[in-house]
C-alpha cells in the first residue's frame, strides 16, 4: 500500500496540558494526510541529553523521508537558532542545542536555520516554527526553501570511556531506562566483569546465563554495555545514574 | 495526499488499564480507515477544568471536519447527558459536564443529546457511547441523526480577573503545566511587574531577556500571562497552584 | 474508505528512553502504509498480569485481519519462546509467558514459534523477534510461514472466585484501575452486598444510585463486579491492591 508522509514526534511537553494537540494540529492541518508517530512526549523536562539519547536509538530506523521533530527546547526565546537538517536520507527539526546531534554527527548532513515568523510566541517555538517547517518538509518541500544554511550546529557527544594501560575500561553511566537498567558509554564485551558501586559484576551474553535476581553486565541493544538485575532494576539495587563509575575488566 | 476523517482523543484514562485500547478498537471497527490522534489520557482523574483547558489549547487547530472525543466523566451512570457538537466546522463528543465548553461558547454551536443503548455498561460510556457517536460523525452521519437538540449544555468559563481603580487586574493561576508555569488568567502585557507568592516578579517579553534561573512573568503561548522561572519550575520555586492569587501593576 | 493494515501496540517499555521508537521504526520500515495503533506503553515493568487483563479487554475489539504486538517480557534473553498467534480472525505476536492467555484461550487458536535470527540483541527481541514478525503479518505474509507449530503455549487464568454452601461468593481483587477502582474476579450481580476491607457495600446499578463520596460495588464493564468510590479512588480509602479478598452475599 502507498504510504503517506511520516512525521515523528520527541518532545518533553508532556501531554495532559495541550500542547502536544496543538503541536499536531497545526501539522495536520498544514500537512494533510500525514501519519503521525509518537515517539514520546515523557523525556524528562528540558532534559536535551536524554532527547539525544533517545533519538539516537531510533531516527535511523524509519523509512527514508521520515520527518523526525524534536523539541526539548529550554532555550525557546532566547538566541539559540531553530533549525531543519538533511542527514542519511531523512529530515529532522528543532532546536540548536545539541538535540539533533545524531543526525549532524553524518559527514554529508546539511543544517538550515529556520525564519522566525513575525507572529511565532516566544514560548512555544514546537507550535509556530517547528511543525509549521515539519509540515514543509512532510509535503515535500526542499530543506534549502526553509531558511539560509546554518554553519556550525551544536554538537554534543557521549563521552568517550578511558582505555588504562592494563586493559581497564573506566567509563561511566549515560543513561538509566524505565526498567533500571544502567546503559553505559564502554562497547559491549563477552567476558570480563564490571567494577560498579563497589560491586563485581560478571559479563554475560544474556539474561539466561545467570539466576533470576543476579546482578550482571550485558551487551545492549545498541551495543553497549549495560549493568543490569535479572527481573528487577540494578539502578535502585546499586544506587546508580548518569555519571555512576564504572570499571571494566578483561 | 487524500486525508482520512481525523478522531482526536483526549481521556482521563490513563493507558495501562486497556480502556483506550477498547475505546480505539470500537472506534476503527465503526469508522474503518480513520486517523485517530492522541491528544492525551493523562488528565488528571475525573478533572473537567484541566479537560476544558487543554481542549481550549487545540480544538480549532485541527482541520475543518475533525471530530474531538473529549472522556473526562465523572459523572459516567448519573443523569449527566451525553452529548455531541458541532462548532466552527468541527465536531465534538463527550459528556454534559462543562468539558466541552471552549467550543460550546461558539454562538453558531449546536448540540444534541445521544441515546445511550439499552446494552451500554453503566460505567464506560466511553466506549459503549462516546466512541460510536464519534464513529458516526467521522464516516459522515449528520449531527442531526444522532439525537435531539439539547437546548443548555453545561458551560463553565474561566473566571474573570478584577480590575482596580488604580489600574491592578487581580487575577489567580488557572493551570500549572508540567514545566511548572503557572498559566494566570490575566491577558498577558509588555511591562509592569507581578505580585505573586509575596514576591515582585518582571514582566518580560521572552526567556531571553532574563538570565537563567530568574523568575519572570511573560505572555504564554494563548495570550495569558503566565508566572515562570527560567530553566526551572516557577510554581515549585513559590509553591503555586490552581487559585493561587496574583496582582499584575503596570 | 479502504482500511490499512492494522498494528496495536502494548508494552511495559515506557516511552522516554526511545525503545518504542526503534520499535515502530521496525515496523514501518518493513511494512510500510501500517496504520499503529498505541495502546499503552505504561504497564508496569515485567508485570504479565497487568500485560494480560489489559489484552483480554481489548483484542476482540479491533477489526478482523488486526495484529496485536505485546512486550511485556521478562524472560527476554532466557528460553522462553518468541510466538505468533492466530485466533479469531485476529493476530497476535509476543513472548510466550502467558501475555496473550487471552487469544490462547479459544479453542481454534493456533500458534508458531518465531525463529530468532542470529544477529538479533539478546535484550531487545520486540524490535529484533516481534515487530518483524508483526509487520510480515500486516503485510499479509502466513502464520505458517513465521516458524514451526508450538504446541502447548503458556496459559494463565484469572483464578475462579469460591462458592459456598449459603450462596456466599469467596472471590478477590484481581486489578486496580487508574481512578483507584477495584476489579474483582466476581461476576456481576445486582443486588446484595459486598464485604471488603472489614466494610460493607452495596451493589448498585450506576454510579448514580448512590450518594457523592459513597462505597459501592457494581458491575464494571467487563462484567466483573467492581468496588468504586463514587467520584474518588476506593483502593486508596480502603487500601485494596492485587489479591485482597471479597466475600459477595446475594
Known sequence: MQAR?????LTDFGTADGYVGELKGVLLSA?????????????????IESGRLALARYWRRYPEGTVHLVVVDPGVGTERAAV?????DRFLVGPDNGVLSPALLVPSARTV?????????????GRDVFAPAAAALA?????????????HPVVRRTPEPERWADGTVAG?????????????????????T??????TVPIVRAYGDAPPGALVALTGSTGLLEIA????SAARRLGLSRGSKVLVRR
Chains 1, 2, 3 share one sequence.
Open 31 to 47: 500537512a494533510p494526510g500525514t501519519d503521525l508517530v509518537d515517539v514520546s512526549h515523557e523525556v524528562p523536562p528540558q532534559d
Open 139 to 151: 509535503r515535500g518541500v526542499a530543506l534549502a526553501e526553509l531558511g539560509p544554511a546554518h554553519a
Open 194 to 199: 564490571v567494577e560498579v558501586a563497589g560491586t
Open 84 to 88: 531543519a537538517v538533511a542527514s542519511a
Open 113 to 125: 536555520r529556520l525564519t522566525v515568523p513575525p507572529g511565532a510566541s516566544p514560548t512555544f517555538h
Open 229 to 232: 538485575q535479572r527481573d528487577g
Open 5 to 9: 508522509p511520516l512525521v515523528t514526534l
Open 172 to 192: 561511566e553511566v549515560v543513561a538509566v531506562d524505565r526498567f533500571g537498567n544502567a546503559i553505559t558509554n564502554c562497547m559491549g564485551l563477552h567476558g570480563g
